[in-house]
């Protein structure tokens, strides 16, 4: 079991946020746009306030759970990241057409723990709009046919591939790879 708790900061930037509010406040009583930060503050200050108090998120090998919503990992049918990562939000859909938003204020490395977990539990959903086997690059091989040949990944440049290719043969002809003779070796 693994449980994902929202990062302890975003409690205390709230306050921070809070406190210049007041301090913005305050100033507008002499200098009205000064009021449009205090507004825009409380509002930052109540956004932090909504992430710190997300509920933590607690995988298991066979289910999962938001706060006190907990679901099987076979009820899950899609996992679709959106464009948010700090804090991350995935768009999860489940089965009879239920869908909804997972957010995770933690730390980036924590949320990319946490994506990667859920990724590989649900083994029934399409990923990010992909099935579970093609999106972990598993190849599935029809009945009867041969499995397809591995993929070749290419590790050198194309002008690198042919030097080593006349290498190869240059060796393969002579039996090593310099031109010199026995006897410039012995000196």
């Not at 975003?10 to 406040?25: G, N």
């Not at 009021?35 to 607690?58: K, M, Q």
């Not at 994506?115 to 709009?129: D, F, N, S, T, Y």
Request: charged fraction near 25%; include cysteine; charge should be positive.
């Amino acid at each position: 079991m693994n449980q994902y708790r929202p990062a302890r900061h975003y409690l205390p930037a709230s306050v921070v946020a809070l406190a210049l509010a007041v301090f913005s406040a305050w100033c507008g009583r002499n200098w009205l746009p000064a009021f449009i930060p205090a507004v825009l503050l409380v509002l930052s200050a109540a956004f932090l306030i909504f992430l710190a108090t997300r509920p933590a998120v607690v995988i298991r090998d066979n289910s999962w759970s938001v706060g006190e919503r907990s679901f099987l990992w076979s009820e899950v049918e899609s996992l679709d990241t959106t464009g948010w990562t700090t804090p991350m939000v995935l768009r999860v859909g489940l089965r009879g057409e239920r869908r909804f938003y997972l957010i995770y204020p933690g730390e980036p490395e924590r949320a990319g723990r946490l994506l990667r977990q859920m990724r590989r539990l649900a083994r029934g959903a399409r990923l990010e709009g992909l099935p579970y086997r093609q999106y972990w690059g598993e190849i599935t091989s029809v009945a009867g046919d041969e499995p397809p040949a591995p993929p070749r990944y290419h590790v050198l440049r194309q002008e690198d591939e042919a030097e080593v290719e006349r290498l190869y043969q240059q060796l393969k002809t002579a039996g090593r790879l310099d031109h010199q003779t026995s006897e410039e070796r012995r000196d």
